[in-house]
């Protein structure tokens, strides 16, 4: 799989933003009703599946959630510095430094995987390749999960989190797009849930997609 061109700046960008990240709580679910709703009804439907894999896992808050909510759930992230965090605030699961350009993911392995706001960093041209590599790594009625920010262009980014100095492109994404992209990873649309701007923030979108289960016999 290409690796995107600017990995490394995204990484140390990462690395640079994860403790203000932490400590402004970004991404916490407790104020998030429909958020937990997505996934819970993700964990749910891949029970006794298989492991879990959430990618781009930040500090570990959603991992945490899928674990206590039954499944085998860890983490990876591209950031070693997030990782810490994660490792220290869930010593008990289990988190590993990776991109999601370069897993290492052996077919039909995993009862879903997860992209919760952590792969809009990814080219455009590279996200079709990682959608194909998670597709693969499902097992029958497995799913992938993601969310991501709803658009048709690229914000370049060179501060976030309280003014923390980075360097990435958010690429947004139309829903349509991603569904396709989807589907063409050989992937079933389950569900999609539209969350409108508010704020500063962009539209918002939670995509679950499944891999088909073979016909029953008869």
Same mark, same amino acid.
């Given at each position: 799989?290409?690796?995107? =061109? ?35 009804? *993700? ?42 965090? =994660? ?7 289990? *988190? ?92 079933? =649309? ?29």
């Amino acid at each position: 799989m290409q690796q995107p =061109a600017d990995l490394d700046e995204v990484r140390a960008s990462y690395d640079r933003v994860a403790d203000a990240y932490v400590d402004l709580a970004v991404g916490r679910l407790e104020d998030e009703p429909w958020l937990r709703a997505a996934l819970d009804a *993700f964990a749910e439907d891949v029970a006794g599946l298989g492991p879990v894999l959430d990618v781009g896992c930040g500090p570990g808050h959603v991992t945490a959630h899928l674990s206590a909510r039954g499944l085998d759930a860890r983490g990876v992230d591209l950031s070693p510095r997030m990782v810490e965090h =994660a490792r220290r605030r869930y010593p008990a699961l289990r *988190f590993d430094v990776a991109s999601a350009t370069d897993l290492d993911l052996a077919p039909r392995s995993l009862g879903g995987v997860l992209g919760w706001w952590s792969l809009f960093n990814l080219p455009r041209e590279v996200l079709p390749e990682v959608l194909v590599d998670f597709a693969q790594a499902l097992v029958p009625g497995g799913q992938v999960l993601m969310g991501t920010h709803v658009g048709d262009h690229d914000v370049p980014r060179r501060q976030a989190y309280g003014g923390v100095p980075v360097t990435w492109t958010t690429h947004r994404w139309l829903p349509e797009q991603l569904v396709d992209m989807l589907t063409g990873a050989g992937l079933e =649309a389950v569900a999609e849930v539209r969350f409108p701007a508010s704020g500063d923030q962009p539209p918002q979108v939670v995509l679950a997609a499944r891999r088909p289960r073979p016909p029953l016999p008869g």
